[in-house]
């Protein structure tokens, strides 16, 4: 078994491939000059302007409690007896008490405990 692999020549850029490509890079910027055209040359360290977002976690924090309290506040606005009701017909249809709190954005403790007392 050969240590190294054999690489064909060809599938190597010869150094014609690369002056061939110079000369048509540098054809291109010789006709974008003749069209009035200009390149501004940045150095790689230099930054044109500041990030363009800043992440602010306080913020985003408070943002994720209040839609958190919303979806509760959703949850919840169902009475005990609808929500009786509503569960009732979807375990009849044949839906799992878990698949029916979730089809009813409820939290599986509160549906255990309306099909308990109901």
Sequence with gaps: MARHHNIPEEDLPSQSDRE????????????Y??????????????RVNAPSFIINAEKTALLKAGAESQKQKKANALSDTELARLLRAHCTAGSSLFSAAASLNQTRKRCEAIARRY
Aim: net charge positive; charged share 40%.
């Design 20 to 31: 061939r490509d110079r000369l048509r890079i540098e054809k291109a910027i010789t006709e």
């Design 33 to 46: 000059f003749s069209r009035g055209g200009s390149i501004q040359r940045v150095e790689a360290d230099q």
